[in-house]
């Protein structure tokens, strides 16, 4: 996958790890993994999350083309980096803004929030992520309400992830 450092795993086990799992990772397999290094006295089938589970959020949707974002930046690192920095700030900015938005069910408002995370995405070379905000962008402004409230919480939770991971990289 690209953006996706590749270790070899015999690099970690040389250094006395048990086992490795390259990412981006998979839930079943973790918990697999888990399972497999516990004793035979645990079991995690009738673990019950305090959370609702968040529907599973694409690796692609999340990938940071950095080549795509260079050019946008001159191809000039540090500026690249400022970018990402950037990005990061206004969107946690933004989070609060479309929850408040959508909460209100000001569509209006919530395409033009839409509309910057879309640009700002585009900036940093989250190109799969920007085409997701184009499409509520497009919803906003078309007041699809059926669209914004059956896909809102797979929105936030993919730009908190596109943040977390952005801020790795930082």
Known sequence: DEGVIDVPAEEYLQYGFNDYISKPIQ?????????????????????????????????????????????????????????????????KETLEQLENSYQLSDWANYAILTHGLKTNARTIGANNFAELSLQHEMAGKEKDEAFLLAEYGTYIDSLKKLIAKVEEIL
């Open 27 to 91: 839930s079943q397999k973790l918990e697999e993994m888990i399972q497999e290094y516990l004793s035979e006295n645990c079991d995690l089938t009738n673990v019950v999350s305090s959370e609702p589970p968040l529907p599973e959020i694409s690796s692609a949707l999340l990938e940071i083309d950095r080549e795509t974002g260079l050019s946008y930046c001159m191809n000039m690192t540090d500026l690249y980096q400022e970018m990402l920095a950037t990005f990061c700030q206004q969107a």
